[in-house]
């Protein structure tokens, strides 16, 4: 099975084409081509996914391991370091620098638990809500984008795969939150946010 590589991302994307991108005349799950052109497609989604946000982050000097904290301290109203720092599988140095920074600019408070000195609980403020808001508003219509474009069915497969290529830890605490990463409104997002 032959995969063709994939052309360079320009900045008004190529329309998507109808046929499956895949030939599927036997079964070829598990082969290198089909590995590979799975691996592609996910370097290529979350690429997008995260240019949707990118430039709204830059505008205050932040980037992706800001909008991590900041996404998942907004999920976890009180999360703590340790909590932080498994969860997105980063350093308590690494964790430290990034939360300096959106602790400085009010996007994010520490508070020290009650019970327990040691421990410090991160809350949101208002600020990092809304600017959460703006990238998640982004992210969204790019999502909305693809949901509406295939079936329902298509959209449960693809959760099924994606859940499958996630560790069980993880599954558990999105399990923790459900509807957590509900789309607002679809009249909440403008002609102009798709990129």
């Known amino acids: 099975m032959t995969i063709s590589t994939p052309a360079r991302r320009t900045a008004k994307r190529a329309a998507t084409p109808t046929s499956s991108p895949l030939p599927t005349p036997d079964d070829w799950r598990g082969t290198p081509a089909a590995l590979g052109r799975t691996l592609e497609l996910v370097f290529f989604a979350h690429m997008e996914m995260a240019d949707a946000s990118d430039r709204i982050l830059a505008e205050h000097g932040l980037g992706r391991p800001h909008h991590r904290v900041l996404y998942f301290a907004q999920l976890s ?69 693809a949901h509406l474009a295939c079936p329902q069915a298509d959209i449960e497969a693809f959760w099924r795969t994606l859940t499958l290529l996630s560790r069980p830890e993880d599954l558990v605490w999105i399990s923790r939150h459900p509807g957590a990463c509900t789309p607002p409104p679809a009249s909440a997002t403008t002609e102009g946010d798709s990129p």
């Open 77 to 145: 109203p009180g999360i703590t370091v340790g909590e932080l720092t498994t969860l997105l599988r980063i350093s308590n140095q690494a964790l430290s620098r990034t939360m300096q920074q959106i602790a400085t600019l009010g996007l994010i408070e520490q508070c020290y638990c009650p019970d327990d000195r040691r421990v410090r609980r991160h809350f949101v403020t208002e600020q990092g809500a809304a600017l959460l808001a703006r990238s998640k508003e982004k992210q969204f219509a790019v999502i909305r984008k």
